[in-house]
């Protein structure tokens, strides 16, 4: 009796934490610079990791390979994991700074318990999860935690546990002498260990952060950088692991079935990331550690046929693909400090929008040509630029210009193609700040609107109002067939421009979207947040 009593009272603080019911569990999809490895547990499956700032790292104990990460995406309150357990009646448990929440089937539909509710003090947090015969129980320093095992109340408090438990691994509060075990094994791909801590390849020190063992008898070791080992018991090796992005602020995207994130510099170490979707793959060239790299925040990125082009401030980093080296070249983009918006590849050229206007850039140097169109649009921001069917498509914070590349003559865009009675140009015609595009038409927006122009007939229509997205500023678009999708400061709009239908997405784990790439069936977007994918059909 008195235990119900105490359920009933305090379910009143539980709550769930869960995608919307419309959508499948990893419909949304949420990748993230992981930060260390705090905490690992095991299912008959998979390995749980978790991590810093990435939420739970999901690895396939049989195919060796990345799954789909439980972060906020999933219903998540944090995506800062301080411990994690998988108990034996198949729950997953996962402790963050807001609390501790629970899943009947380890990745969704997440029952939240907030740190109020457990009495946590200030400042204190859940270091290890375990379980004993009854149990489950929290680690905090000094005291620990005893909860029922289904509905996660709080059953008591004490200093120490008066049965057994058996507990998932937690961040290591001292760097403990594991010098003994660390001999028996080598470290593949180039890791070494000076019997204290790991070297990785490029002859940094890496600390150990957590260390678990399986029921397989495998040692797993989590490190500082997130990279994981995972041990062959017979062999004797250690094998490394990482999936992490980065930047959790990607400001680019660009590619084809695999594609290149940039993104603002971070308080860590900063870089760009090759990302795989398909293999769940993610090689991160890290600034200070890679020769004729330079460090700068990546604001546009042009795959070429031989290259890749990323553009910073003030900088352009190439990639050549056949000779795997890198290298940096100064650009002055303007007067004064400057940063790239967009890049288009044109022939022997590419064309380089800025903050201070356009520059044309030859493919072998890298040296700017000199052009009536750098004069014409000198100190002008760029927003965006387009080509198509021979023209040159320019947004700008003073209007919407085209450029004919055989006439080579600059016109404003309504003095170009056929315009119905019943199509309006905006009123406002500044701020064009986005383009989409596919082979029969491109899209061009400013806060009064989306213009459609056919390229086959040279149409203009009104393609979507300012009602659907708010006229607020529209950061980037993208196009498939008649869905355009939207993005806002406000948010994600998604529109069906045939049968006038929208939805809108404005999840807090989201962020603000910088730029959107279409795959398949899925959406991706570059967010201040990471990097998030959307299946939308």
Do not use: C
Not at 192 to 217: C, E, R, W
């Amino acid at each position: 009796m008195i235990r119900h009593i105490l359920i009933t009272i305090l379910s009143v603080g539980f709550s769930f934490a869960q995608p919307e019911l419309r959508f499948q569990t990893f419909d949304w999809v949420q990748y993230r610079y992981t930060g260390k490895v705090n905490s690992i547990t095991f299912s008959d499956r998979f390995a749980y990791m978790g991590t810093q700032s990435g939420g739970v790292v999901r690895f396939n104990l049989f195919s060796d390979r990345f799954e789909e990460p439980i972060t906020r995406a999933q219903g998540l309150h944090s995506n800062t994991i301080t411990a994690i357990h998988r108990s034996s009646n198949s729950m997953l448990w996962v402790a963050t700074p807001m609390g501790i929440e629970s899943s009947l089937d380890e990745k969704g539909d997440w029952h939240f318990i907030d740190r109020d509710m457990l009495g946590l003090p200030s400042g204190a947090y859940i270091e290890r999860i375990g379980e004993s015969e009854h149990y489950i129980w929290l680690d905090t320093p000094g005291l620990v935690y005893r909860l029922d095992p289904l509905t996660g109340i709080m059953i008591g408090i004490m200093a120490s546990p008066d049965e057994p438990v058996a507990w998932s691994s937690g961040l290591l509060r001292f760097q403990p002498d594991i010098s003994e075990f660390l001999i028996e094994y080598s470290f593949l791909d180039g890791w070494m260990t000076d019997l204290q801590n790991l070297v990785h390849p490029n002859g940094q020190y890496i600390d150990i952060t957590t260390i678990a063992k399986n029921s397989f008898n495998e040692v797993w070791i989590g490190t500082e950088d997130g990279t994981f080992f995972r041990s062959d018991p017979t062999m004797k090796t250690m094998s490394p692991f990482r999936f992490s992005l980065a930047s959790n602020d990607i400001q680019t995207i660009s590619g084809g079935d695999s594609f290149w994130l940039g993104g603002r510099l971070a308080t860590h170490e900063s870089g760009l990331t090759y990302f795989d979707a398909d293999r769940e793959i993610a090689d991160n060239y890290i600034f200070s550690r890679t020769i004729n790299l330079d460090q700068t925040s990546i604001s546009s990125i042009l795959e070429l046929k031989k290259e890749i082009w990323f553009g910073g401030e003030n900088a352009l980093l190439v990639y050549d693909k056949k000779k795997d080296f890198w290298r940096t070249y100064k650009l002055r983009l303007g007067g004064g400090k400057s940063w790239t918006t967009s890049m288009i590849d044109v022939g022997e050229h590419v064309w380089v929008g800025s903050s201070q206007g356009v520059t044309i850039l030859k493919k072998i140097d890298k040296k700017p040509i000199v052009s009536k169109v750098e004069k014409y649009f000198n100190n002008i921001y760029i927003y965006d630029l387009a080509v198509g069917k021979n023209k040159i498509w320019i947004g700008t914070e003073t209007g919407l210009f085209l450029y004919d590349l055989e006439k080579q003559i600059i016109q404003e865009y309504t003095t170009y193609g056929y315009k119905a009675k019943d199509v309006t140009f905006p009123l406002k015609y500044y701020d064009y700040t986005a383009f989409t595009q596919d082979s029969q038409h491109i899209l061009t927006s400013n806060r009064s609107g989306v213009l459609k122009f056919n390229f086959k007939d040279r149409r203009w229509s009104n393609a979507v109002d300012p009602s659907i997205f708010g006229g607020l500023e529209i950061k980037t678009m993208a196009l498939h067939k008649n869905i355009v999708f939207i993005a806002t400061e406000n948010g994600i709009v998604q529109y069906d421009m045939k049968k006038n239908l929208m939805d809108v997405f404005n999840y807090s784990f989201i962020g603000q979207v910088n730029d959107m790439y279409i795959k398949g069936r899925k959406i991706w977007l570059g967010t201040t947040e990471g990097l998030i994918s959307y299946r939308y059909r």
